[in-house]
């Protein structure tokens, strides 16, 4: 398929994290951009401001007439269900892609890097894209969140190098041809597709199968994978060690199979945020770009939004936000927020995030949720799911052991928080709660 004969772009869920990364890149090199969405949100507020016309109701009347099979991409998400646009698209003899796959065609003919995981994916290649982009790299990182330094999902305009997610649901990352690539985890999660654990770890395997040369693929150190190790205090190739808290910054050394590198200064906390950037350190300088532009670059990366974002950060009063929405993740935040307030009692608001994945690790959210010394739980976001039998909030609290737990509705919860005498919270999850964030920085912040 060439995209060079294509004029016009729909995104059938234009509003969906990488979507929306797609329909950037595609209005910055001159194509036509359109779409539908199911609901309106911040992110196609900026779509929309940025010129690219969006609706909310799906009708094949807002599909416009200048849109023809031969000059009309339509990109998909596997997340959407059967729509009356998508039958006439698929009725009329549109070319349609799924994301994955357009990414596949953009990248084919670049330098690709590809950051699998499931989870740290989103850091790690923002990170990478970053460093690549302040390097002076002719670099495009096409970013499954928005990241702090640039305010969008989309860093750079170059041709020749790409950075991407490889996202394991629905197999997606298959589709790609990278070059150099990390796996950061291979936790079970997306079960509702895979079924178990053997058949997650069997699709990671064949992603790694497609870097050929085993020096380009990077893997946190313990992966059963034919990989260079990147590892903390351990025997890995690239290891992170002597590794300190100044200032609420990380400062550490690496050694490298051909260098060492002293005090490198990380501003994100948590251990999980290390191997981050140690995934990204490894993959840039073996690519070839300067130690020093690497280094330079880490002390300037200010986060992604929603992981880990700081919304109000005073002496006496700490809010942070978190799009963690699996076990592992819940973990990794309580780590970093018991390493940067220790003694302190911290309040957890939880938004479960579909029926499936609470019914399969329900034991295990239980288990993470009670570390905090508080928790407020809400509702499931059922996302592109309908309600399972049985598998309700109020269930997965009463798994909970802690006795400072409650059940919350949306509409509760501003009021709960305000009256909460914690000196540290965090709102934790991947459904709607991110959209109220800033109503709940607004409050607090009063």
Not at 50 to 69: L, M, N, R, S, T
Not at 342 to 356: D, N, R, T, Y
Request: negative net charge; charged residues 25%.
């Amino acid at each position: 398929m060439n995209l060079n004969q294509i004029q016009n772009v729909y995104f059938i869920g234009i509003g969906g994290i990488g979507m929306s990364a797609l329909a950037r890149y595609f209005k910055f090199i001159g194509k036509e951009v359109m779409g539908y969405d199911k609901t309106p949100t911040m992110l196609t507020d900026d779509l929309i401001a940025g010129g690219i016309a969006i609706h909310f109701e799906d009708d094949v009347k807002y599909i416009p007439e200048d849109c023809k099979v031969e000059n009309t991409l339509v990109v998909y998400t596997p997340a959407i269900k059967q729509l009356s646009e998508w039958d006439y698209f698929k009725e009329n003899g549109f070319t349609i892609k799924k994301r994955a796959e357009v990414l596949g065609i953009i990248t084919k003919d670049t330098f690709c890097f590809a950051v699998a995981g499931t989870h740290g994916k989103t850091t790690t290649s923002s990170i990478l894209g970053h460093v690549l982009y302040e390097s002076g790299l002719d670099v495009t990182a096409f970013l499954g969140g928005i990241v702090e330094n640039y305010n969008s999902n989309l860093i750079g305009t170059g041709k020749t190098i790409t950075v991407v997610e490889a996202d394991e649901f629905d197999r997606s990352f298959l589709h790609l041809h990278p070059n150099i690539a990390c796996v950061t985890s291979m936790d079970a999660d997306h079960l509702d597709i895979y079924g178990d654990d053997a058949s997650i770890k069997a699709s990671f395997k064949e992603f790694a199968a497609k870097v050929e040369d085993k020096n380009n693929l990077f893997v946190i150190n313990g992966l059963p994978l034919d990989g260079i190790a990147v590892g903390v205090n351990d025997d890995s190739k690239f290891v992170a060690h002597n590794i300190r808290i100044i200032d609420g910054w990380y400062v550490f050394d690496v050694t490298t199979p051909s260098e060492e590198i002293k005090d490198i200064k990380f501003g994100l906390p948590g251990k999980h945020n290390l191997t981050n950037a140690l995934l990204a350190l490894a993959m840039a300088r073996t690519y070839g770009t300067p130690t020093d532009s690497i280094v330079k670059a880490l002390a300037t990366f200010k986060g992604v939004k929603r992981r880990f974002s700081f919304q109000i950060r005073k002496p006496d009063f700490v809010y942070i936000d978190d799009y963690a929405h699996h076990p592992t993740e819940i973990n990794a935040v309580h780590q970093a927020v018991r390493e940067l307030y220790p003694g302190k009692k911290v309040l957890a608001v939880f938004q479960p995030h579909l029926f499936s994945r609470t019914k399969d690790f329900a034991d295990d959210f239980a288990k993470s949720l009670s570390q905090f010394d508080e928790v407020l739980l809400m509702e499931i976001y059922p996302a592109r799911e309908l309600p399972m039998p049985g598998v309700t909030s109020q269930w997965l609290l009463d798994k909970m052991d802690n006795p400072n737990k409650k059940l919350v509705q949306k509409e509760e919860l501003i009021s709960l928080l305000k009256a909460s005498d914690a000196p540290v919270i965090v709102t934790v999850g991947a459904g709607d709660v991110g959209e109220m964030v800033p109503e709940i920085k607004k409050a607090l912040d009063a």
